[in-house]
């Protein structure tokens, strides 16, 4: 697929952050549309701990089954190993071709989730996910966090109606969701990320994350 508008030789690695009800995953196939529309660049798009293989697709049905017990510890083992696969399929497929990958949620969430949320440390975290990904995917081009008041957040959640099997981490309590806003607001303040309140209409929300991608050059407008 045409690489237009891209400024480097490899492609172009997006993340969109944030709690469950911020609307990333919104956030991303809106991106994906723009870039192939506009751009005519192709897109991977990621919704972690989902992927592009049978087995992270495997993982994720293990992390959200909320019946399933395990320690923090587990769901750092399987977010990473996750990772590993989603991110080497993602440089092959697509970043090493030109072409994008865009993810919804990235190690941050492990931060803000087992971090904030169950404890464990961030080196732990971190290290453990550099060592099975690469630079790039600890580094993206571009990260984006999302924020929304936490009663807007809970509206949206509960919108989406009963879940088949209960959520992992949606139906933990509401002092383990407020670990979880606080830790993401911890991360973008101590890492310089950019924070989006994400209570306006979608479309809104899309325009502010392209003025970004805009701002930093990577591509170009048209």
Request: charged share 25%; hydrophobic share 35%.
């Amino acid at each position: 697929m045409s690489r237009t508008g891209t400024t480097n030789e490899r492609g172009l690695s997006v993340v969109i952050e944030g709690n469950d009800g911020t609307g990333k995953s919104t956030q991303v196939e809106m991106l994906a549309d723009w870039l192939w529309n506009i751009y005519g660049t192709e897109s991977l798009t990621i919704h972690e701990p989902d992927g592009p293989t049978e087995r992270c697709q495997e993982l994720r049905r293990m992390i959200k089954d909320a019946t399933i017990l395990r320690t923090p510890e587990q769901n750092l083992a399987w977010f990473t190993e996750s990772r590993s696969e989603s991110n080497r399929y993602g440089r092959e497929h697509y970043i090493d071709r030109g072409k994008a990958v865009l993810r919804a949620r990235n190690w941050r969430s492990t931060e803000a989730y087992q971090g904030g949320g169950q404890g464990l440390p961030y080196e732990l975290i971190r290290n453990m996910t550099a060592v099975a990904t690469d630079e790039l995917y600890m580094s993206p081009d571009l990260e984006v966090i999302l924020y929304v008041d936490p009663y807007v957040r809970a509206t949206r959640i509960s919108s989406r109606g009963e879940l088949e099997v209960p959520d992992t981490f949606e139906s933990m309590g509401d002092a383990f969701q407020t670990a979880v806003d606080n830790r993401y607001l911890h991360i973008a303040a101590r890492d310089h990320l950019p924070l989006i309140e994400a209570s306006p209409p979608a479309a809104v929300v899309q325009q502010q994350i392209r003025e970004l991608i805009w701002l930093r050059g990577l591509l170009r407008r048209v």
